[in-house]
């Protein structure tokens, strides 16, 4: 049974996340549907990922197993094709080894969260970043986050109903840079507690208006207390970037 190699983009604003929900329409729906429409065969599609609600990716990678081999642009323009109509879009498909797995086989995620910081209200990018009207020091923000690089409980920035089995990551890279009129936070590691970075995120924007000091963001981290975490960033501004394999 050939496998393979899915890379994904899509703008998460109308799906309730990446995975299948019974009551909901998510984006794993989205593409599981499309390739049975296309092979006649009901494949699990599965992800590197499983990103929330409103959450987007331009490097989500996914993995599914077909019991007729194709050739790796047949899928793709084939897919794309029962996909038109929805905001998703399958950007590379590779075949692989039937030992590779999306989730499993990954060594590293690349996230991106894009705040807009400026006064007038959103037009052509709402839904895609968060808008912050009061004025924030990137420079700040970025000094504050190095502390949060390398292994550590992560509790405080762990949403309530997390299902890892442990609050323990390392965070191998964070950086904030401020690009014209918007403030990207970039963060890297071999995985993420639900909400991690969204509540990294919120937590930075209390840094960056003054709300909290590097001091302040250390102890939070420390407390190991969801109590002690900052506002949690929404979904909008939060992108899946890229996915490596060894």
Known sequence: MPRYKLTIEYDGRAYAGWQRQANAYTVQQALEDAFARFCGETPVVSAAGRTDSGVHARGQVAHVDLTQARTPNKIREAVNAHLIDEGVAVLAVDEVSDDFDARFSAIKRHYLYRILNR????????????????K??????????QCLIGKHDFTTFRDTQC????????LDHIAVTKVDDEIHVEVSALSFLH???????GSLEYVGSGKWTKADLAA??????RAHCGMVAPPDGLYLMRVDYP
């Open 136 to 145: 924030l020091n990137a420079a700040a923000m970025h000094e504050a986050a």
């Open 220 to 225: 939070a981290l420390a407390a190991r207390d």
């Open 119 to 134: 006064r007038p209200p959103l037009t052509l990018e709402r839904g895609q970043v968060w808008l912050v009207k009061r």
């Open 195 to 201: 909400r991690q970075v969204r509540s990294i995120v």
């Open 163 to 170: 299902q890892a089995n442990s609050p323990i990551r390392t």
